[in-house]
């Protein structure tokens, strides 16, 4: 009966104040809260005009209006009748099931007031009275009545624990300090409560600054969604009127144009909701801990007091926002584009619609040290069916050398790049690293499946296809569309790290040592998928993919 009974009240708790629902009400969601804790929730959100359940977080603009439950109301009152007629009788004892009980009470014990730390026993309201009025018990100190007696006793001489050893960070008695702990530095526990009590003060401070900054980046984070959300609605909207004025054999162009866009807008609400969620379970466990801490801070007793600061966990690391862009914007310049491109094209069957992957949503900025850029590491291959005859493979398609040709009984290098394609597209955010030595180029690519099978004739970094980072005789520049860049690095590195964000446009290069450094990077448009690619000429050459 117990357990049905406790289930039946957790169907009818409001997830807001945990108790029994008061004038129960249910929001458009279908949840139902107190009326007045619902209330609470939605004044401190009017100011934004955007209103959320707190238990499934589905928004409501505008305020919706609140009706009281009436049959969720009877079942609760129901169930409270039902409640105090299953209660347990009341306990005999007048000190109740959690009271402290008088130590010398006979018979029925009555609740105590007060514990004596010298007697080492807890008094009633009239067995207190000699305590107040005998000059015999005038130096007994009294605290609160504590069931804990025993803890604030030394186990090895059966003293008051009334000195903190600052050196091994425990409480003690007069006769370990003169003992087990002679020689170190020792203080009362009065005086070591008022240095801890400071220090408690300042960590209270600390939370409640945590805590505005975390509400900040709370508000700071409904504003991007809003701004994600507005400008996803307004590139949908611009996408129907561009697509309202092509023929019908668009239509088909037009759905699948909105469909990436939502799946977008779905990805990158699912990414700050997911950044939402942590910072208010954050917050929670500050509002907590500095519950606990204020709780603390009217302890009186010192030894109570000190054991208990002791306990106090380690504040958990913080998240925080940097690395999200406030500014989101979606754009319908690609459409435009491929409308454009449509025009001259006097058709539709040639259009490519991967290029919509090009719509410009939430940016993360770039990682920064080599352990956020192993997050995106992407396992590469050699493809056997796209490599230049000089050059094998092996350690499982791993490494590349590049041979000497004979011509007659001699032995030469080629002086034209032998060039190598990955198997492995690469989409999305993804970094490896290859150790290099002798003439190398190291590139991403476009693929022409047509190609596959034959020799790659074009250099890589020689057209608008291709981008490369060029090592010849140790010296570094940086090929693209058959210009270079030349790159003051030295000494050479033998690790090169790559970097590649499809979506953002983003390709760099970094020399990989104790830290990471960076050689080269690209802001462009990507509108095809990506291939790792590798070249070697003219002296003995290797490139080993390390991942």
């Known amino acids: 009966m117990a357990e049905v009974l406790l289930t039946t009240q957790d169907s009818f708790s409001c997830p807001i104040c945990l108790d029994l629902l008061k004038d129960p009400v249910a929001i458009p969601c279908g949840h139902n809260f107190c009326l007045g804790c619902i209330k609470d929730c939605w004044d401190q959100d009017d100011q934004k005009g955007v209103y959320s359940c707190p238990q499934c977080r589905h928004t409501f603009t505008p305020r919706p209006v609140l009706n009281k439950n ?34 010398v009470c006979t018979g029925t014990n009555h609740t105590a007031v007060k514990s004596c730390l010298v007697c080492l026993a807890s008094f009633c309201e009239a067995h207190i009275q000699p305590h107040y009025e005998s000059p015999a018990f005038k130096k007994h100190k009294l605290v609160e009545a504590s069931m804990n007696l025993q803890k604030k006793i030394c186990s090895l001489h059966d003293k008051l624990l009334e000195v903190f050893c600052r050196t091994d960070q425990q409480c003690i008695c007069l006769l370990c300090m003169i003992d087990k702990h002679s020689g170190h530095k020792t203080v009362s526990a009065a005086a070591e409560r008022v240095e801890k009590q400071n220090q408690l003060g300042q960590n209270r401070e600390t939370c409640k600054k945590t805590i505005q900054q975390k509400e900040k980046d709370v508000q700071e984070l409904k504003k991007v969604m809003v701004k994600v959300r507005r400008s996803a609605q307004a590139a949908v909207e611009d996408s129907e009127k561009i697509f309202t004025e092509l023929i019908q054999s668009m239509e088909r162009r037009r759905s699948e144009v909105k469909e990436l866009i939502r799946a977008q807008e779905k990805t990158e609400l699912s990414l700050a909701e997911d950044l939402l969620k942590k910072l208010e379970q954050e917050i929670a466990d500050l509002r907590r801990r500095d519950a606990d801490l204020k709780q603390l801070s009217y302890t009186e007793d010192p030894i109570q007091f000190l054991q208990d600061f002791q306990s106090l966990p380690v504040l958990p690391q913080s998240t925080n926002l940097s690395n999200i862009n406030m500014n989101p914007q979606f754009s319908t310049d690609i459409v435009k584009k491929m409308v454009s491109e449509m ?55 791993k490494k590349v050398n590049l041979n000497q040709q004979r011509n007659g009984n ?31 180029l190291i590139a991403v690519s476009y693929k022409d499946n047509s190609l596959e099978g034959k020799v790659i004739q074009n250099e890589f970094g020689s057209n608008n296809q291709s981008w490369s980072l060029e090592c010849v005789n140790s010296t570094f520049c940086f090929r693209q569309c058959g210009n270079r860049t030349g790159l003051n690095v030295h000494p050479c590195p033998s690790r090169i790290g790559v970097y590649v964000d499809h979506s953002a446009g983003i390709l760099s290069f970094y020399s990989v040592s104790d830290t990471l450094t960076l050689l080269h990077r690209v802001h462009t448009t990507f509108t095809q998928p990506l291939y790792a690619g590798f070249g070697m000429k003219s002296k003995a050459s290797s490139v080993k993919i390390i991942f």
């Not at 192993?374 to 000089?390: D, F, Q, S, W």
């Not at 034209?416 to 955010?429: A, I, P, Y």
């Open 410 to 440: 001699a032995y030469f290098y080629p002086n034209n790049w032998c060039q190598v394609l990955c198997s492995e597209r690469l989409s999305g955010r993804c970094y490896w690293e290859v150790e290099i030595s002798g003439n190398v």
């Open 343 to 397: 025009e001259q094209l006097n058709g539709f069957n040639e259009l490519e619609l991967v290029q919509i992957s090009e719509v410009h949503t939430l940016r993360f900025a770039e990682p920064k040290t080599r352990e956020e850029f192993l997050k995106y590491a992407c396992k590469l291959t050699l493809n056997p069916y796209m490599v230049h005859g000089n050059l094998p493979l092996s350690e499982q398609n």
């Open 70 to 103: 009436s049959l969720i109301a009877e079942m609760v009152d129901k169930l409270k009748k039902t409640r105090l007629q299953a209660a347990p009788p009341a306990a005999a004892s007048p000190a109740g099931s959690g009271g402290v009980e008088c130590d």
